[in-house]
T-cell receptor, first 116, second 115 residues
Framework: GENVEQHPSTLSVQEGDSAVIKCTYS??????FPWYKQELGKRPQLIID?????GEKKDQRIAVTLNKTAKHFSLHITETQPEDSAVYFC???????????????FGKGTKLSVKP | EAGVAQSPRYKIIEKRQSVAFWCNPI?????LYWYQQILGQGPKLLIQ????????DSQLPKDRFSAERLKGVDSTLKIQPAKLEDSAVYLC?????????????FGEGSRLTVL
């Protein structure tokens, strides 16, 4: 079945710097890759997603890139701000996990700390 | 728009006791998920409903966990008997698109501590 590896587990940056979080997946048939942000004690919320028919997607300061050949995708946050501090989860929708049509598999998360 | 509602927010029980969690999804969302999030890990799918039918329960420990979604709206997740390793946050989520292919809207979660 699908397996999603996420790195790094913790990331500390200075305000204004960029942050990059990387994920790899195992199921080459996976076709949907969302990123969720979870602030301390809060619910996970979708911040950006990408489907397998595109290589990059941007939304203001955040972007996601997808390399289907290498089976990895990355989250890029530019001009980081203290409010970006949270745990970020990548996920992949594996077609061969959990029965027909698959389901979302989450990475273990990256704790991002943005220092003022 | 009201979000996904869950209760209780916190529950502490002794091992071998039972516990039940309740979830009310966003109105109109046919797909409902229960996830288990152990501290320091990502959410792990336990069960997915499409309306009131189970679509995927391959990761649900069926000897102790059960879930139902009567009338295709509210859902309950039960654990009986609880084990120490069941200590986690139980997240309910709903979506318009099935099979995790679209945005999941999560509730605040129910934090379970098993002593």
């Amino acid at each position: 079945g699908e397996n999603v590896e996420q790195h790094p587990s913790t990331l500390s940056v200075q305000e204004g710097d960029s942050a990059v979080i990387k994920c790899t997946y195992s199921d080459s048939a996976s076709n949907y890759f969302p990123w969720y942000k979870q602030e301390l004690g809060k619910r996970p919320q979708l911040i950006i997603d990408i489907r397998s028919n595109v290589g990059e997607k941007k939304d203001q300061r955040i972007a996601v890139t997808l390399n289907k050949t290498a089976k990895h995708f990355s989250l890029h946050i530019t001009e980081t701000q203290p409010e970006d501090s949270a745990v970020y989860f990548c996920a992949a929708k594996g077609l061969n996990y959990g029965g027909s049509q698959g389901n979302l598999i989450f990475g273990k998360g990256t704790k991002l700390s943005v220092k003022p | 728009e009201a979000g996904v509602a869950q209760s209780p927010r916190y529950k502490i029980i002794e091992k071998r006791q039972s516990v039940a969690f309740w979830c009310n999804p966003i109105s109109g969302h046919a797909t409902l998920y229960w996830y288990q999030q152990i501290l320091g890990q990502g959410p792990k799918l336990l069960i997915q409903f499409q309306n009131n039918g189970v679509v995927d329960d391959s990761q649900l420990p069926k000897d102790r966990f059960s879930a139902e979604r009567l009338k295709g709206v509210d859902s309950t997740l039960k654990i009986q008997p609880a084990k120490l390793e069941d200590s986690a946050v139980y997240l309910c989520a709903s979506s318009l698109v099935p099979r995790g292919a679209g945005e999941l809207f999560f509730g605040e979660g129910s934090r379970l501590t098993v002593l």
